[in-house]
């Protein structure tokens, strides 16, 4: 919104401190608000981002406000048939709710995982309900700087794509990886000799467990049909592998292999995600040119640096994002004997 519409003045709510302060230091939002109904009351549009049982709780209360005449409230959250019910209410009172999902984020959270280019080139899902087609435009316009390519659903539609392509594989993957923590407990490297396959397949098990608890409860009737029909597939390959039935094997994976190619190139619809680590670095002229210097010459190349916080007589907290956790950890091995405390990585 920020680089399309540089005069739109925007204003972030949070129940995080921190958040709110990195996102106003960033310039990311022009003031931060500690008071959601108060805000609200003066906006002209109000997104609603949190989990989806926080903007269910969000909807109801607006709907207890007096907003400007014209608002329009939207959403990002990722399942729609509880978030439209919650917006019944408002719509009764003559507010305009539009539905909104973009189709497109990472496993990680907070307001430092955010990028403009996000949702760059991803769908992004409307359903506008009672909305007048002039306020859809509205909207998409002051979205129009996140360039997505917009799709309207109805509610269901929607919980059944996204249930099926999003809610199931990150139960498949956190189930994954909880059943593997237990299989290899007695090794003793374990988890930790994993390669390409498993850290592709399971990447989305470190989602914000929150979120994910907000959205299976919302989502549940449809993705316990879901993971019923993929557990029959799991039976399905099971009972060919224990019959030693190559043929039934091979076209197992000859299916998802002809299915799966089509899909093209991983990130199609959205940039790849980006490796950060934060570490600690102390209020002293340098310091961050000692960063850059260390990792340029041990040929670490690094995607961006952020200054998180540096106060004067405190040691400041330096994001450095790379392109994969290969360089990432090593540049964190680095870092760490050079003296830097590392604080974090995600
Ligand atoms: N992560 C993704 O890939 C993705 C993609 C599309 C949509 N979504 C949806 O977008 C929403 C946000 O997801 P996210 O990944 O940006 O999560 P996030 O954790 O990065 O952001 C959510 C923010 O909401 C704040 N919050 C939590 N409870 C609050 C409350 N009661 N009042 C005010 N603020 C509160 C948190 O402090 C946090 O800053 C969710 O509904 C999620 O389902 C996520
Ligand atoms: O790429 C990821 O890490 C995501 O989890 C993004 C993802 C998904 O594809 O499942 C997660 C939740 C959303 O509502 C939309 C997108």
Known sequence: IRAAHPAVYLVGCDVNAASLNYARQQTIVDEVSHDFSKSARSADVIILAGPVSVICADLRQLATLTLKLNVIVTDVGSTKRTVMAASRELGQRGVTFIGGHP????????????????????????????????????????LAGTRVKWL????????RIVGQLSHVPHVVAAALVNQTHTALADSPLGLR???????????????DPTMWTAILLANGQLVTHQLQDYIDKLREIQTAISAGDAP??????????????????????????????FLNVPDRVGAIADVTKRLAS????????????IREEVDGVLQVTFGNADTRDSAAELLRSAGYEIVRRN
């Open 248 to 277: 039934a094997i091979k076209q197992f994976f000859t299916a998802a292999k002809v299915t799966r190619d089509h899909l093209g190139p991983e990130h199609l619809g959205s940039l790849p995600n980006f490796f950060d680590l």
């Open 193 to 207: 000799l994993a390669a390409g396959g498993f850290k592709s397949m399971t990447r989305i098990a470190s989602s």
């Open 152 to 159: 309207t659903v109805t509610p269901r539609q929607h919980d």
């Open 103 to 142: 189709m497109a984020g990472s496993h990680k959270s907070g307001v430092t995982a955010g990028r403009a280019d996000l949702f760059e080139n991803a769908f992004y899902f409307l359903v506008p309900g009672l909305a007048a087609a002039d306020a859809v435009a509205q909207l998409q316009t002051l």
């Open 298 to 309: 041990a040929q670490l190349s690094l995607v961006n640096i952020h200054i998180l916080e």
